[in-house]
């Protein structure tokens, strides 16, 4: 080859390399470790308790008894699915799971000891490196639905309902005092939120219900004895209604207020509204309506539609009225960094059966559907949530489907700064639980969802947005996944993880004289880089 050619070859092999080096690096989503326990049909569904980079621990309610006591299962997991421990845990045999938590090493699991809302409740902590095992009795003087639980590093606080009204009681772990919390009990008010602090404090976040002109926002901070620290009354605008509310928890030096706001009494939401506490100035609410989002309404099939939605939406802003665009939406998690806050919620249509109240029985909660906003702790107790559902009313919803993930940016001051989104074909799920989640992590963001047996991830960077899909890798080869249960999700777990469950059949083709079959649950986990 002459000098002429291999100039040519030379040139073109150095431009190719240099179009490697300066191309965009796209996200990359990799399954680096898998857990399997095998199962019988009539299993029940395991519950996850998440520990950051300790690991997982798994609540395994096989309904075994023994000599009158019920045994419940507990696995410990380290970050790479192997098992550290296991022990049973006795328990009387009529308990209900309420919750769980997770807080400096110990594993927390509540139970009520039968079916009467003022019985005892029993909190079991367990040490997730010593396997040291704590009990205490709290014995109730009235009878309070539980909707809220969290932990303190010496206290656990408990929010809900007595009869119609809101309370909130503190439990001492060292003196093994219940108090309850003065200032509630408070009619038509809904306790919207119950959130632990970075610092060891807690809010709580009531709106008023009642049908005056004037209603407001009430946000309260107490210390881990429950003493009050201070106070925000936030008023909001006579013609807009608070459907959700969800508190940052004190990372940052200001306190966020968000959810989600509806017209008058609309149970579907017109927007996303923010407010940061100031007790000591009068702060306004801002309302964002779906339709002056940016990428919020990329869900819908039509973009004449989208367009119209959008075009009405900033009609309405200039004539100061109300947009007429609404639908379905749950706040899901506020995740708050060093000058960030990260909310996500879910857009969804319920089935024809559902009741368009999403308060039941008489107790209003955020929580309604086992839903479980978390923060600072990422990991705040879900409520037993599988299809033996303890805390679902009557006018829950029966089921739903998910449409779209939506990952709302906001600054220090409140401001909504960005939008992202994951378009997620219509999920069909039992019950109303979330569906979706997302990694913030050194400035890379990233929306995922599990649809049986696949992954998908939407990375969001400064470039655009590309999607990528990742299938269940299984431990052998030899082996292939024959169906996947849809009752499985994806979540975060810690920096740039998340982990995805759900219940396997599994084949194995090179069987031929035994059963080659068996049922499976799983746990994946997956780095998103």
Do not use: C
Not at 126 to 148: D, G, P, Y
Not at 372 to 401: C, E, F, I, L
Not at 457 to 466: E, I
């Amino acid at each position: 080859m002459n000098q002429r050619h291999l100039s040519f070859y030379f040139q073109h092999y150095l431009l190719g390399i240099l179009l490697i080096a300066v191309a965009p690096v796209v996200g990359q989503v990799e399954q680096t470790a898998r857990y399997e326990l095998e199962q019988k049909i009539n299993d029940r569904e395991l519950i996850l308790v998440p520990m950051g980079d300790q690991g997982i621990t798994l609540i395994n309610d096989n309904s075994n008894f023994k000599d009158g006591k019920k045994i419940w299962g507990i696995i410990a997991l380290d970050i790479e699915l192997n098992e550290k421990w296991s022990l049973d845990l006795e328990t009387e045999t009529r308990v209900r799971l309420l919750g769980y938590d997770y807080k400096d090493d110990w594993i927390y699991v509540l139970f009520r000891s039968n079916d009467h809302e003022g019985s005892d409740l029993n909190l079991y902590a367990i040490h997730s490196k010593t396997q040291e095992r704590k009990k205490f009795i709290i014995k109730q003087e009235i009878a309070l639905k539980i909707t809220h639980f969290g932990i303190l590093t010496h206290s656990i606080v408990l929010g809900g309902y007595v009869n119609q009204d809101p309370a909130i009681l503190v439990y001492d772990l060292e003196t093994e005092n219940l108090k309850i919390v003065p200032g509630f009990f408070i009619s038509d008010t809904e306790l919207l939120d119950l959130r632990m602090n970075a610092n060891n404090t807690f809010n709580t976040l009531l709106v008023e219900r009642n049908t005056k002109e004037k209603k407001s926002l009430i946000l309260k901070t107490f210390d881990d004895s429950g003493a009050l620290l201070f106070d925000d009354t936030i008023e909001i605008e006579p013609k807009r209604s608070i459907l959700s509310g969800i508190t940052s928890t004190l990372v940052n030096d200001g306190l966020l207020i968000t959810g989600t706001w509806a017209e008058g009494t609309s149970k579907q939401a017109t927007g996303i509204y923010s407010v940061m506490a100031d007790p000591f100035t009068d702060q306004a609410i801002r309302y964002y309506d779906f339709g002056s989002l940016q990428n919020f309404l990329e869900y819908q099939t039509s973009k004449k539609r989208i367009a119209r939605i959008k075009e009405k939406s900033s009609q309405a802003k200039t004539d100061g009225a109300i947009p007429d665009f609404k639908t379905y939406t749950s706040v899901i998690r506020l995740e708050e960094q060093r000058g960030v806050f990260a909310l996500l919620a879910e857009v969804y249509q319920p089935s024809s059966h559902y009741n368009p109240s999403p308060y039941w029985s008489g107790y209003p909660s955020s929580y309604y559907g086992g839903y479980n906003p978390y923060g600072y702790n990422s990991y705040m107790p879900r409520y037993y949530n599988p299809t033996y559902q303890y805390n679902n009313g009557p006018s829950q919803v029966d089921d739903a489907k998910i449409q779209y993930s939506s990952l709302l940016i906001f600054d220090l001051k409140g401001n909504l700064t960005n939008d992202y989104g994951l378009v997620m074909n219509e999920k069909k799920i039992k019950g109303l639980e979330q569906t979706s989640d997302f990694i913030l992590n050194d400035g890379k963001i990233a929306l995922a969802y599990k649809k049986e047996k696949e992954i998908f991830v939407m990375h969001h960077n400064p470039d655009g947005s590309n999607l990528d899909t990742l299938k269940t890798s299984l431990s052998k080869p030899e082996e292939i996944v024959r169906s996947d249960s849809d009752n499985g999700n994806v979540r975060f777990w810690y920096q740039n993880y998340m982990y995805s469950w759900g219940y396997q059949n599994i084949k194995d083709k090179d069987k031929k004289s035994e059963d080659p079959n068996r049922y499976v649950f799983y746990i994946n986990k997956i780095r998103i880089d």
